[in-house]
């Protein structure tokens, strides 16, 4: 994922702000993280299938649960940015600023740092997936 989003900034041009290497660590690590979530889930939905319900499992589960992490990672990031302003921890008002920081940083995300993993984070993801399938049966 950090290659993705390497490739969307320098190749593609899609510019950012002077962020770029936490950035890339932000994708780095909802790389992992997404890789060794999905590992559990697509060996319990996909064993002792059809190769194409594997390929499927694969293609499906790995891309969601990656973009998911990384959404997480980047909205556990931008939580730390913003603590220091929130309201002190066991506070009904600290658990707002919380519900409400981290739906702005998924929407941002959403908005904005999905397209960093298309197409080079696609095209990854179905070669990666393919490898993975093969070797799976």
Sequence with gaps: MALSFQLSVHIFGRATSSHDVALTL???AGGMLGWFLALPLIHLTSHRRPPQTVLAAWLLLLGLVTVGA???VYALHY???YAHWHAPFPSRIWVYQQIF?????LYQFAVLGVRHLLPAGLALLMVVSVVMARRSR
């Design 101 to 105: 920081t981290t739906a702005s940083a």
């Design 70 to 72: 990384t959404a997480g």
């Design 26 to 28: 932000i994708y780095a």
């Design 79 to 81: 939580r730390t940015l």
